[in-house]
């Protein structure tokens, strides 16, 4: 099972961001996929997950708004849009995968994880 997740970089606070995790090894529509984010000498927080069919999504309360996450069942490839950056947005963004029926909001339930990307949001 290999998560690829891509798309960080260094961005100016307003500005966006689009992450990408292209994933390989499981079936993809059996998973529910989140994003979760560590910023230094902090836990992994959650970001976002949204349920296998992608009808359903649910947001962290800081982020609410202002990110949004797909996925495209076709291409095993689940997307963070972010918008409105904020320097406090700036972090290690991990994407994960978990057999689950509905959305997983507790990092640990997550089978698989990614390498993660640096997203780093300059003031």
């Known amino acids: 099972v290999q998560l690829q997740a891509s798309g960080g970089g260094l961005v100016q606070a307003g500005g966006s961001l689009r992450l990408s995790c292209a994933v390989s090894?499981?079936?993809?529509?059996?998973?529910?996929m989140g994003w979760f984010r560590q910023a230094p000498g902090k836990e992994r927080e959650f970001v976002a997950a949204?349920?296998?069919?992608?009808?359903?999504?649910y947001y962290g309360g800081s982020v609410k708004g202002r990110f949004t996450i797909s996925r495209d069942n076709a291409k095993n490839t689940v997307a963070l849009q972010m918008n409105s950056l904020k320097p406090e947005d700036t972090a290690v963004y991990y994407c994960?995968?978990?057999?689950?029926?509905?959305?997983?909001?507790?990092?640990?339930?997550?089978?698989?994880w990614g390498q993660g990307t640096l997203v780093t949001v300059s003031s």
């Open positions: 994960g995968a978990v057999p689950a029926l509905g959305l997983v909001t507790d990092v640990s339930k997550y089978d698989y």
């Open positions: 090894g499981l079936t993809f529509d059996s998973y529910t």
């Open positions: 949204v349920t296998r069919s992608g009808r359903t999504t």
